[in-house]
């Protein structure tokens, strides 16, 4: 724009100025057409929104839900008003140490009336956490969604699309506290799924 700005009120050559600064104005839409496409093509995960909805149906006020990632526990929070942490902490960064320190936490929330829920997404479920917890027992899955996920990066030129495949189930944990290192999944989020 400020080229367009700089060429208009050029002083000398005004009418080859004007000329060239319509042109800049015109031709900077069209070059990004095809990726103004892409990126309008692709605003929502397809049925994610009916899914998570889906999840939520499945939660009471009480219930506080530890999910395994924010793409689906900003919406559980900030659309259906349901009480969130994020667990991707505990399992990002690959330590025991994170879980250790969160497990006393969840307990006294839980001592307070607290109905403690894991949300997880993948065909892993429990085992991407680096413990296992006593006294969990899965309450729900849904069904599986085939997710088309945008690929951002600074060294890409378009939008390119990975598949992802996603299965929503909800646990419950009745605050054993036993803790164990358990073998993870080798692609605890990702890519493989």
């Known amino acids: 724009a400020y080229f367009v700005f700089l060429f ?3 002083g000398r050559c005004r009418i080859m100025s004007r000329m060239f600064s319509v042109f800049l104005l015109f031709s900077m839409p069209i070059s990004m057409a095809k990726p103004l496409v892409q990126v309008w093509s692709n605003s929502e ?6 899914a998570i909805y889906e999840v939520s149906q499945q939660l009471e006020d009480g219930d506080l839900v530890v999910a395994d990632h924010p793409w689906w ?3 559980l929070m900030f659309i259906f008003g349901h009480q969130v942490l994020n667990g991707a902490l ?3 960064r690959g330590g025991e140490e994170e879980m250790e320190s969160a497990i006393p936490v969840l307990e006294e929330l839980r001592k307070n009336g607290w109905r403690i829920r894991f949300l997880t997404s993948t065909s892993h479920g429990m085992s991407i956490y680096p413990l296992e917890l006593g006294g969990i027992t899965e309450d729900w899955a849904g069904d599986h969604l085939a997710v088309e996920e945008i690929h951002h990066h600074r060294n890409n030129s ?3 699309v990975r598949k992802r495949n996603v299965q929503f189930r909800l646990f419950t944990w009745a605050g054993d506290k036993r803790l164990q290192t358990q073998p993870r999944s080798p ?3 990702g890519t493989a799924d």
Request: cysteine-free.
């Open 90 to 92: 505990l399992w990002e």
């Open 73 to 75: 526990g900003s919406p």
């Open 187 to 189: 692609d605890a989020y």
């Open 8 to 10: 208009w009120s050029a």
């Open 158 to 160: 378009d939008y390119p």
């Open 45 to 50: 995960y397809s049925g994610v929104t009916s």
